[in-house]
């Protein structure tokens, strides 16, 4: 029973460029969820996601991110015009339920860096 | 708003010795849930606690919630090297975002 598949693990772009991290959830899973983590920082929620829909976007930027989770195939995270700040590991989370009654599943996460 | 705030920030021990870390709230919180991230890692579920004054055990952890579910614990008995790593909770019911949590470096 595969976890919570993110890929690439590691991801280098240079400014400028358009950065595209992939989750797909755990089997039986139909909440998706993204986070950014610097060091030694905690964890800052980007987007809730459901099945073709976004349910909670309030801590993504207003500029250059997206997310979506389509019908079919994994969710996408897409960063465009990369800048040297969102160097960063972006985690993807999923559960069966919502966040409040069932704990998260993790992604081993992807590293980006910017250079 | 709410703010959960988690203490120490850092914690140096000993193998053997035992570690506790605590997560505080102004205000009721809805229910607390435990994650642990090893360096280099992507955070682990540990545990949910939903009702007052509740306790849970998973071997030499063991997990409260305060009675006025203002606050919660985690406490490692003898610690061992493979309990490094930063040690989350967090108010699933309120909060996006996770705080910096407790850092736990054990030597041998």
């Known amino acids: 029973n595969a976890g919570v598949m993110q890929n690439p693990r590691h991801l280098v772009r240079r400014r400028g460029q358009e950065a595209r991290l992939r989750c797909s959830p755990m089997?039986?899973?139909?909440?998706v969820y993204w986070y950014r983590q610097l060091p030694e920082e905690g964890l800052k929620f980007m987007v809730y996601?459901?099945?073709?829909?976004?349910?909670?976007e309030s801590g993504m930027p207003k500029e250059r991110f997206s997310a979506e989770f389509p019908k079919e195939g994994p969710s996408i995270l897409r960063i465009q015009q990369v800048v040297r700040g969102d160097s960063a590991a972006y985690f993807c989370?999923?559960?069966?339920?919502?966040?409040?009654?069932?704990?998260?599943?993790f992604g081993s996460g992807t590293r980006l860096t910017v250079v | 708003g709410q703010q959960v705030m988690q203490i120490p920030q850092y914690q140096h021990v000993q193998e053997g010795e035992d570690f506790t870390t605590y997560c505080n709230s102004s205000?009721?919180?809805?229910?607390i849930q435990w994650y642990k991230q090893r360096p280099g890692g992507h955070p682990v579920f540990l545990i949910q606690?939903?009702?007052?004054?509740e306790v849970k055990k998973q071997k030499r952890l063991t997990f409260q919630f305060g009675e006025a579910k203002k606050n919660s614990s985690l406490h490692i008995t003898a610690t061992q090297t493979t309990d490094v790593g930063t040690y989350f909770c967090?108010?699933?019911?309120?909060?996006?975002?996770f705080g910096k949590g407790t850092s736990l470096l054990v030597t041998p």
């Open positions: 989370a999923s559960s069966p339920y919502d966040r409040e009654s069932y704990g998260y599943t």
């Open positions: 089997k039986g899973h139909s909440h």
């Open positions: 996601l459901q099945k073709e829909n976004i349910i909670d």
């Open positions: 205000t009721t919180l809805s229910n």
């Open positions: 606690l939903v009702k007052s004054g």
């Open positions: 967090w108010d699933s019911g309120y909060a996006l975002n």
